[in-house]
């Protein structure tokens, strides 16, 4: 056994004993990674030592964290290995037995268990794997487990990837620490490179005394921050202080790619909090994320807070598409350039402020002042072109030269205000150039995607653009994301893992991993936990007439008022869902007045913000009107949501230039974009819709579906054969009230 060559130079340029956890064996050859005493020891170590009485100390103080215990002989680098040290093997049915017998009311569910050895075979035959879990079958846990087992045995890191916060707090708050106190692993949250103080920037900042920093004596709060904080996390600045600091103040003192002076900088080695943060992800056997970091870093990987990882997995994977195809947009908004060009220089009433008013000789850098102020002049001008256009615009050679001049106008003017910047360097300290620096590249970088933009050079995206207020966003959008994250993560990682309560469409996985593109795969759908039929039914209003019929809302204005007395009498909640505002609003002006008049609490979206409208709804029950987002990520547990009303089926308009392009593209390559994919979409949409109302082994509830091509087409049945085994009834509107009833057994 013995050292790679890296590690054998880390090993000659320490000091004895040190020591390093091994980061892989392969054929007997080690690799290492130093450990400082910052970093939590576990896994296998190697300590390098004069002495074996050092070990053994060491091997008894750490047994219950440690797996194999190397030691390196200092004298002729001869690698031995000390037994390893008693921790307990668990294999992935004996840690979900000790989480049984240790957690008062944790279930042992064998479709868990099931789903957690898919996992861990995937892990090990190094297999790309899409998994359904339905809510019950205790997702989290089912992937954590292997994970952790995995990661000690193989000294590998894990990278695990949420779409929401929610499910990031329950993994870090809930789930991890629970599962820590039956083994001990290191995991760390990832967060995003701007979230960091830069010391070297807030030095900067102070130096030069700028006005915003003194109010509040904010300047003091932050060099006592910068001093004594672990982190560097902006989080931590507010929990501690609950002055709220301004995101305009923050952006000037946080860290990131563009500014980051990196080994000219004098914290760059070991007291910059961005830095010590990547060290300390790369210690770590977990890593919990989110897919916009996950995202980031398949894009721009120096950039990047996360290390390099060997497996992957992606909770909530039915996001995955939506996330990637945002984050890969690239956009350039005239909004943006101007924000950039102010933070250069801007003058208001003689008073001059910005970067460029820190030069030395202000009377040297006038006709670079002056190319600011004018490209600030002509971007205000070009915008107005944009102003009368109402909505998104699709772009394409038929309309490009329409608005081609007003964006080469754009570009000129803000690449010649970049260039005169660049030229007067020498009127600067070096610190604040690197500053001005990184302003000016994103100039160039966005003037860039406006060339691209302009030329359509990469065909196989789509361009559009979006009047704001008085400005304007132009936007190149990749016209399919599955390219890319294929290149860049799943081929890169050792094994890649997908998982969601819903991401098949009547039982196949077809759909979700073209979309993705995925070709072979393990795939594994869980079995319900709950039993649907004993706790559910599904009822279908087989009379209700097409939802684009002018008198639709009337029925459902019957409908509604048809059951609330039984949502009164049983102080039940019920969630109406629509797919439009406009349906919404009808409808509810229609039965508001009435349903308060039986002292219901009624609730619309927008009443609130959509957390205070659930906790309002929550306490108070009654009827919410809802669309959009509430289809899916609502977690309400127990009667306060007995009833869910999917108004109609929740198929897309293609509304978006991004939507229209792919039907168009779709239907110009043969394929009938309706069966390909508006209908599994919505089937998706509609199972996360009837995903709400039951969320607990104790929950019961009806749902009802009033848009009547589920009965009446044949593409219907794909609705109803992808949810669980439920009783279905078709009733017309008289028998409403009767089957809800029964349901609930009040009359
Ligand atoms: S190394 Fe980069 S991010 Fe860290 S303090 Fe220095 S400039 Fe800021």
Redesign the pocket.
């Known amino acids: 056994m013995q050292l790679d060559k890296d590690s054998l130079d880390i090993v000659k340029n320490v000091q004895k004993p040190s020591l390093f956890r091994i980061t892989s064996i392969k054929e007997d050859v080690l690799s290492i990674e130093p450990i400082d005493e910052n970093t939590d020891i576990y896994g296998n170590i190697l300590i390098y030592s004069d002495t074996k009485e050092y070990v053994f100390d060491f091997a008894f103080a750490n047994k219950d964290r440690i797996d194999y215990l190397f030691f390196l002989n200092a004298n002729d680098y001869a690698i031995e290995t000390i037994a390893k040290p008693k921790r307990k093997n668990h294999t992935i049915e004996s840690f979900f037995k000790e989480i049984h017998d240790r957690i008062d009311d944790f279930e042992y569910r064998q479709e868990q268990v099931e789903l957690a050895k898919k996992i861990y075979h995937s892990f090990k035959q190094k297999r790309i794997g899409v998994f359904e879990a339905p809510t019950g079958t205790g997702k989290s846990f089912a992937y954590l487990v292997p994970s952790i087992l995995y990661s000690l045995e193989n000294s590998k890191r894990i990278a695990i990837s949420t779409s929401t916060i929610n499910l990031q707090k329950q993994l870090i708050e809930k789930d991890i620490p629970l599962l820590k106190t039956i083994v001990d692993f290191n995991v760390k949250l990832a967060v995003g490179r701007g979230n960091?103080l830069?010391?070297?920037?807030l030095d900067s900042i102070l130096e030069k005394g700028d006005i915003f920093l003194f109010e509040n004596d904010l300047h003091l709060k932050l060099k006592e921050f910068a001093k004594f904080s672990n982190t560097g996390l902006k989080s931590e600045l507010f929990d501690k202080d609950s002055a709220i600091i301004d995101e305009n103040i923050w952006e000037n003192i946080n860290?990131?790619s563009i500014?980051?002076?990196?080994s000219k900088?004098?914290?760059?080695k070991n007291?910059?909090?961005?830095?010590k943060a990547q060290k300390l992800l790369e210690s770590a056997n977990i890593i919990v994320a989110n897919h916009h970091i996950v995202l980031s870093d398949a894009l721009l990987s120096e950039a990047s807070i996360l290390p390099d990882y060997d497996i992957i997995v992606f909770d909530e994977a039915h996001n995955l598409e939506k996330n990637a195809t945002n984050y890969f947009t690239q956009t350039v908004s005239t909004a943006e350039l101007k924000h950039i060009l102010d933070k250069l220089y801007s003058k208001k009433r003689k008073k001059q402020s910005g970067l460029l008013s820190l030069s030395k000789d202000m009377s040297k850098i006038g006709s670079a002042l002056h190319s600011i102020e004018s490209a600030k002049e002509i971007l205000k001008k070009e915008s107005e072109i944009f102003e009368k256009e109402k909505s998104e615009i699709s772009i394409d050679s038929s309309n490009i030269e329409k608005y081609k001049i007003h964006i080469e106008n754009i570009i000129k003017a803000v690449d010649n205000a970049a260039a005169s910047i660049k030229n007067i360097k020498e009127y600067f300290e070096e610190n604040d150039f690197?500053d001005i620096s990184s302003y000016i590249q994103r100039l160039v970088e966005n003037c860039d995607i406006l060339i691209d933009f302009i030329e359509n050079k990469n065909q196989e995206s789509i361009r559009w653009l979006k009047p704001s207020n008085s400005y304007v966003h132009f936007n190149i959008t990749p016209i399919n994301v599955a390219d890319y994250l294929q290149e860049k993560i799943y081929e890169k990682a050792e094994s890649t893992i997908f998982t969601s309560a819903t991401i098949s469409v009547n039982n196949s996985f077809d759909f979700f991993k073209k979309n993705i593109g995925i070709n072979e795969s393990e795939t594994f759908i869980a079995k319900n936990n709950f039993n649907y039929k004993k706790l559910s039914k599904l009822l279908i209003l087989k009379d209700a007439p097409p939802p684009n019929a002018y008198n639709y809302t009337d029925y459902l204005r019957f409908s509604i008022l048809n059951i609330k007395d039984i949502i009164y009498k049983e102080n039940l909640g019920a969630l109406i869902l629509f797919t439009s505002y406009k349906m919404l609003n009808e409808t509810y002006n229609k039965v508001y007045n009435t349903l308060e008049k039986v002292g219901l609490s009624v609730l619309k979206q927008g009443d609130f913000d959509n957390f205070k409208l659930l906790g309002e709804f929550k306490k108070n029950r009654g009827f919410l009107f809802a669309t959009s987002s509430f289809w899916e990520g609502v977690d309400i547990k127990g009667d306060a949501l007995s009833l869910v009303f999917i108004t109609r089926l929740p198929f897309d308009v293609p509304s978006t230039p991004i939507e229209k392009s792919r039907y168009k593209i779709m239907e110009s390559q043969g394929i009938n974009s309706f069966f390909e994919y508006s209908l599994p979409k919505a089937v998706l949409k509609f199972r996360q819709g009837f995903g709400r109302l039951i969320r607990s082994s104790k929950d019961k509830g009806i749902i009802i579906v009033s848009d009547s091509r589920i009965a009446s087409k044949s593409y219907g049945k794909i609705f109803t054969n992808s949810l669980p085994d439920i009783t279905k009834e078709m009733v017309v509107k008289n028998e409403i009230k009767d089957s809800v009833c029964s349901f609930f057994g009040c009359c």
């Open positions: 960091y830069c010391k070297r920037r860290s990131s500014t980051c002076a990196r900088c004098k914290y760059y007291k910059c909090f961005y830095y690197v």
